[in-house]
């Protein structure tokens, strides 16, 4: 290669870094859990939710987690929540725990856990949120 | 600027490009649907949408639908069907008209619409799922 066109050689392969970089992302593994909401706290919890604290949503995304958003709807006479969220890390057992471990997020479940209805299997195994099963992905 | 360094400019203006193309994507609408699934129909639902037909994706790809997914999970006794989907589009109301009127989607739902049992407002509102209410989002 004749050295005159190097810089635009180097500008190429920047171009490409870019391009590749954007289009070949890992795919995300997502996650759909549900849970139950208290009714007399519902409204509680949406406020928490409305301004949520920015510790712990710093805490969510260095726990590799995007694309997070939670859902309420009523069936039956009762309200459910039904939360869906993007998993980009390699590691999701540690991340989860790097979460739990953090004393913001701690301080924050103190205050959402009680406003939550886990299901039976959920409450079973001390948990907030029953998972769910994929049936259809189209992405 | 010197025409000898317009191979190099030009390299550069297609780097940014794409990478301010990837960066500023329109963000989707995120949409969050509920529906009952008939427990005697959920392994016809699971077969049909293991095997998703090729022009029913290529349909919902058309109206301008991504990162769709579907997830069951059951709720005291009965089944239900979660559907997350991002909607890119600028009409979706079209959107879903179109889909409505095309005839292989059309042959889906006949196979779909009888696994499924809507709530209470999607019934009376001749519909199969019911919208959910978005109480938290982090991208």
Sequence with gaps: MNLKHLPSFLYCVVALGFWTG???QHPPQRYAWVTGL?????DYYHQLHAAPWPGVLKRIKASHIRNFSIHERE???Q???????EYTGTNFDQDMKDMAGDPETQRWWRETDPCQAPLPDAAAAGKIWSDTKEVFFLP
Tied chains: 1, 2.
């Design 22 to 24: 954007c289009a070949a």
């Design 38 to 42: 208290k009714p007399e706290k519902a």
């Design 79 to 85: 309200l459910y929540l039904f939360a869906y969220l």
């Design 75 to 77: 069936i039956n006479g």
